[in-house]
């Protein structure tokens, strides 16, 4: 898969995320990585799901953490990301949400059983 088509389907899964309940307002993003070219596409920080576009995502350098092409930030979440494609290398996508449901689970310190 090259840039722009690892850029489709980030915004297809960042769109995805209100439609499936699991994020209000900008409380969550979808990243994804090409390992080949060491980059990574995430949601720009506080643009509104439903407006977003492809081009809108910010390409993100995974050695140096930086912005390679975007005068957008990237999402406030991007050292959580960056973290966890360089420690766990079988990893090629990212979504992190604050649900409802795991967030009231989170507030009252109980786990959530695995399925």
Do not use: F, Q, W
Not at 19 to 32: D, P, R
Not at 105 to 111: D, I, L, S
Request: negative net charge; charged residues 25%.
């Amino acid at each position: 898969m090259d840039l722009a088509e690892l850029r489709e389907e980030v915004c297809r899964a960042n769109k995805m995320l209100p439609v499936a309940g699991l994020v209000t307002m900008h409380s969550g993003n979808a990243s994804g990585l090409d390992r080949a070219s060491g980059r990574l596409i995430i949601k720009p920080s506080g643009v509104d799901y439903d407006s977003l576009m492809p081009d809108d995502l910010v390409e993100v350098d995974l050695a140096t953490g930086e912005p390679t092409d975007s005068a957008r930030r990237p999402s406030v979440d991007l050292p959580h990301h960056l973290y966890l494609y360089r420690e766990v290398p079988e990893i090629g996508g990212i979504v992190h949400t604050h649900s409802n449901y795991d967030t009231a689970m989170a507030a009252v310190g109980r786990p959530i059983p695995l399925c």
